[in-house]
């Protein structure tokens, strides 16, 4: 049950590589571009065309929604030198009693390879737990979807089970049209003493030093 006080604060959170915060009119351009992206097209429910007016709306109206409506906050996840968008990372159909939420998120093309969705995923999973006093954080990955799939390990998640037929990927047919394709869907879950250690490990392997910071 969601009550009068069950909304997250309104915060940036910083990485040494990366500033995770709410959206701005300036993302609008770039958040066109990264889901238009053909991974990005394939995995997610996002419109197709994606358009400026579908972005301009996430960024003004649905996106602060999650939060002061008690959903769940949503971070545009930025660069920290270039202060180009890297990707967004959503938290979810929040279950204030049990303290529960699930994440999503997306990478932009350019930023693929280099750490950033676990790096931004992890400092998430940080502050919702420290912070925010949270238990469990839950995650689900199409079945084909290799990639999300390996941020959730280095994450620290661990593999729940197999909801089957539970998603409708997007893939493209011989032609060049987009068809809907059913797959199963892999559930993953973090709690509080699944992350120890975590941070140190990713940053000792992308070659930074881990450390994270909210205001």
């Known amino acids: 049950m969601t009550t009068a006080n069950s909304m997250f604060p309104d915060i940036s959170i910083s990485t040494e590589r990366l500033v995770l915060r709410p959206f701005e009119e300036a993302d609008i351009d770039g958040l066109t571009e990264m889901m238009n992206d053909e991974h990005v097209v394939a995995w997610t429910t996002a419109p197709h065309p994606y358009t400026e007016a579908d972005a301009r709306a996430w960024v003004t109206r649905l996106a602060p929604a999650e939060r002061t409506e008690g959903r769940g906050i949503v971070f545009a996840v930025t660069e920290f030198l270039t202060q180009r968008l890297v990707g967004m990372v959503h938290l979810q159909h929040t279950d204030w009693r049990v303290r529960s939420c699930e994440i999503a998120y997306v990478v932009a093309p350019w930023a693929r390879g280099e750490g950033y969705a676990s790096e931004a995923a992890l400092a998430v999973t940080q502050w919702l737990f420290r912070d925010q006093g949270f238990e469990r954080l839950e995650l689900r990955t199409a079945a084909d ?71």
């Open 145 to 215: 979807n290799v990639a999300s799939q390996q941020v959730a390990q280095k994450v620290g998640c661990i593999s729940e089970g197999i909801l089957r037929g539970a998603c409708i990927a997007r893939t493209r047919d011989e032609n060049g049209a987009l068809s809907d394709t059913r797959t199963d869907l892999i559930v993953w879950s973090l709690l509080p003493e699944d992350v120890d250690g975590i941070a140190d490990q990713l940053a000792e392997a992308a070659g930074y030093t881990a450390f994270s910071e909210w205001n």
